[in-house]
C-alpha cells in the first residue's frame, strides 16, 4: 500500500538557519506529492505541491523537488524565520478518488 | 478548485452524547473523505463516503460510531456517536480536484468532550 515516511521531530532552529525536512514515500501509482503546514491552533494549509518528476514545488521560500529515483520529496528553506514555527506534513495522492495518505507529521520550532 | 463549508468550527460537548458535522461541497463529487486529527497527531483517514453506498471504514472505525449519510453530490455529514474525551479531536472533510493533483479541506471541527 502506498505509505509516506518523515523524520521524526521536533526540529528546533535558530533564525536564519537551513532546513531540511526528509520525506520519503511508496507509491503503486504515479503519485502527486504535497506539503502541508498547520501553524499553532490553526487548521491545515496547503504549503507547496508537485505533480511530476524533477517537478519544484515552492512557496513563502520553501521548497521541494520530486525525485522519483530516490522515491522523496525534501522539504527545504534557506533561511527561516520565527513565522515558521509550525507543524509540516508531507502527503501523496494517487490514482484517482482515493484519499489522501499522510506522513506523521515534524514540528519545527524557530527560536530568535 | 473545490470550496469546502464545514460547520460546526468547534463545540464543547458532553459525554454521552452525539455531534454532528456538516460539510458542503460547491460543486459535485464522486468521494467526500473523512479524517480525524487527534491532539498531537497526524491525520487518520475515518472513511470514504460515495454518494448512493455506505460509506467505506478504516481499520479501527465503525460505523455505529461514525455514522456518515452522503444523500448527494454535494453534502455528507458525518455524527460522533456516544462520545467520550478520547473523541477529542479535530475532524475534517477532504475532496479531491481531477487528475489527483490537488486534495480541499473543510476549515476542520474542534471537538473537545468534556
Known amino acids: 500500500g502506498n505509505s509516506v515516511t518523515q523524520m521524526e521531530g521536533p526540529v528546533t532552529l535558530s533564525e536564519e538557519a537551513f532546513l531540511t525536512i526528509n520525506c520519503t514515500y511508496t507509491?503503486?501509482?504515479?503519485?502527486?506529492l504535497f506539503w502541508y503546514v498547520q501553524y499553532p491552533g490553526e487548521g491545515l494549509q496547503l504549503l507547496l505541491k508537485?505533480?511530476?518528476?524533477?517537478d519544484k514545488g515552492s512557496n513563502k521560500g520553501f521548497e521541494a523537488t520530486y525525485r522519483k529515483e530516490t522515491t522523496s520529496f525534501h522539504l527545504e528553506k534557506g533561511s527561516v524565520q520565527v513565522s515558521d514555527s509550525a507543524v509540516y506534513f508531507c502527503?501523496?495522492?494517487?490514482?484517482?478518488?482515493?484519499?489522501?495518505?499522510f506522513g506523521k507529521g515534524t514540528r519545527l520550532s524557530v527560536i530568535a | 478548485s473545490a470550496v469546502i463549508s464545514q460547520k460546526p468550527s468547534r463545540d464543547i460537548c458532553q459525554r454521552g452524547t452525539s455531534l454532528t458535522i456538516q460539510c458542503q461541497v460547491d460543486?459535485?463529487?464522486?468521494?467526500m473523505f473523512w479524517y480525524r486529527q487527534q491532539p498531537g497527531q497526524s491525520l487518520t483517514l475515518i472513511a470514504t463516503?460515495?454518494?448512493?453506498?455506505?460509506?467505506?471504514?478504516e481499520s479501527g472505525f465503525v460505523i455505529d460510531k461514525f455514522p456518515i449519510s452522503r444523500p448527494n453530490l454535494t453534502f455528507s455529514t458525518l455524527t460522533v456517536s456516544n462520545m467520550s474525551p478520547e473523541d477529542s479531536s479535530i475532524y475534517l472533510c477532504?475532496?479531491?480536484?481531477?487528475?489527483?493533483?490537488?486534495?480541499?479541506f473543510g476549515q476542520g471541527t474542534r471537538l473537545t468532550v468534556v
Open positions: 477532504s475532496v479531491e480536484g481531477p487528475l489527483n493533483t490537488e486534495a480541499f
Open positions: 507509491a503503486t501509482g504515479y503519485p502527486s
Open positions: 508537485a505533480t511530476k518528476a524533477d
Open positions: 502527503a501523496l495522492l494517487d490514482s484517482g478518488n482515493t484519499p489522501l495518505v
Open positions: 460543486s459535485q463529487v464522486t468521494m
Open positions: 463516503a460515495n454518494q448512493g453506498s455506505e460509506a467505506t471504514y
